[in-house]
């Protein structure tokens, strides 16, 4: 069974960095487009990036310009580089296939403060 196990979230200041990891076991990777998703509380979950097997990315519009996700295939690895993040950035973190067709993990909580 595919699981994904999402990292490296904590509390930062507005204006600040963090970079989360996402650790897949067997290949889907490789095999699959990736993308990290958030949800705030009282709010839905939503899709914040994508990165296809090819390596084509698409990031939401509120993220545009200071998120980055690339992949490291051979650690069966996604990461997200997130930077000059906002409060509005607040929420947990999942990492999944672009179509959600893993089990959710647990996420990584990220607190962006003002």
């Known amino acids: 069974q595919v699981q994904l196990v999402e990292s490296g979230g904590g509390l930062v200041q507005a204006g600040g960095s963090l970079r989360l990891s996402c650790a897949a076991s067997?290949?889907?990777?490789?095999?699959?487009?990736m993308a990290w998703f958030r949800q705030a509380p009282g709010n839905k979950r939503e899709l914040v990036a994508a990165?296809?097997?090819?390596?084509?990315?698409r990031y939401s519009d509120s993220v545009y310009g200071r998120f980055t996700i690339f992949l490291h295939s051979a650690k069966n690895t996604v990461y997200l580089e997130m930077s000059s993040l906002k409060p509005e950035d607040t929420a947990i973190y999942y990492c999944?296939?672009?179509?959600?067709?893993?089990?959710w993990g647990q996420g990584t909580q990220v607190t962006v403060s003002s």
């Open positions: 999944n296939t672009l179509l959600g067709s893993i089990t």
């Open positions: 067997g290949s889907i990777i490789s095999r699959n487009a």
């Open positions: 990165v296809t097997t090819y390596g084509t990315t």
